[in-house]
């Protein structure tokens, strides 16, 4: 998530962040995943990163976790990073959500390109609601191939995720069009690449999501995974290939007016 253009984390902020060594004592000395994925990748996000606690960012940045959310990486205009916190000290259990967002990082600190609002949309909700979640599509699955290589149990972490979507399919009302059809479409993609990662575990939770989904938008299960597969064909494994699906997924969408790729 980027923080608006002409926003960038102010002194206040700063000052008040958590010290990182002391946060994530216990992480790293209750967690070999941790510990190994901190030594190994740390170095590699070149820019200040703060942590701060949800409550000081809500008050005086008005930025707050979602509901249920652990934690949240945040960009700010001058490329400096903001990790907001629902709660400090963190536990050995957090160990896999934590490095989630800064396995985030690390993929925009190696140059991995991003969707951004167009000049005439920049700051309208609903373009940049849809500009996150096609961000999220490609880097979310490959953040969890690089957790597994260290070890990471993502059970949890991905039964949470997949009751929270299945809450809210079951929400949706009437025949799903415009911006939120797309996003809807978006989100399930990006679950069928995460099941492709995940489906060994004996109770698949978002095997349940899928099947729901089937059964209530045929109509969208058919472009999601026709837009699946082309995702897998161009191998978005390698990061030399995420432009063109990006924009591959743009035209798709007829979303060239509304949403761009930059790359860094």
């Given at each position: ?11 206040s ?6 010290k ?7 992480l790293i ?5 941790f510990?190994?994925?901190y030594?190994n ?7 200040s ?7 000081i960012s809500?008050r005086?940045?008005n930025i ?9 990486a945040?960009?700010?205009?001058d490329?400096?990073w903001?990790?907001?916190l ?23 600190s ?7 609002t167009t000049?005439?949309?920049?700051g ?7 500009a996150?979640?096609l961000?999220?599509l490609?880097?979310d ?7 597994q ?9 991905y039964y949470d995720e997949c ?8 929400k949706v009302?009437?025949?799903p069009?415009g ?7 978006i ?6 690449l995460e ?17 729901l989904?089937?059964q209530?938008?045929p ?5 999601a ?14 990061m030399?290939?995420?432009t ?6 743009i035209?798709f ?7 761009q790729?930059?790359?860094?």
């Amino acid at each position: 998530m980027r923080m608006a253009d002409d926003d960038a984390i102010p002194r206040s902020i700063r000052d008040k962040a958590n010290k990182e060594d002391l946060l994530l004592t216990n992480l790293i000395r209750l967690s070999v995943p941790f510990g190994n994925f901190y030594k190994n990748e740390r170095g590699k996000i070149r820019k200040s990163l703060y942590w701060v606690d949800n409550d000081i960012s809500s008050r005086e940045l008005n930025i707050s976790l979602p509901e249920g959310h652990l934690a949240r990486a945040i960009k700010a205009i001058d490329g400096t990073w903001l990790i907001i916190l629902k709660q400090s000290p963190l536990q050995g259990e957090d160990a896999s959500i934590v490095a989630h967002e800064l396995a985030h990082i690390v993929l925009d600190s190696e140059g991995f390109p991003f969707i951004e609002t167009t000049l005439d949309y920049r700051g309208d909700p609903d373009f940049e609601s849809l500009a996150f979640s096609l961000n999220n599509l490609l880097q979310d699955p490959l953040v969890i191939i690089k957790l597994q290589s260290y070890g990471f149990e993502l059970y949890k972490e991905y039964y949470d995720e997949c009751q929270e979507a299945i809450s809210a399919l079951k929400k949706v009302n009437g025949r799903p069009d415009g911006i939120f059809g797309i996003k809807l479409t978006i989100d399930y993609i990006k679950n069928l690449l995460e099941n492709d990662l995940l489906h060994f575990y004996q109770y698949d939770p978002c095997r349940e999501y899928s099947i729901l989904f089937e059964q209530i938008f045929p109509f969208i299960d058919t472009r999601a995974k026709k837009l699946h597969k082309m995702i897998v064909d161009l191998d978005y494994h390698q990061m030399s290939n995420i432009t063109s699906i990006y924009r591959n997924i743009i035209d798709f969408f007829n979303l060239a007016e509304f949403l761009q790729v930059k790359n860094q």
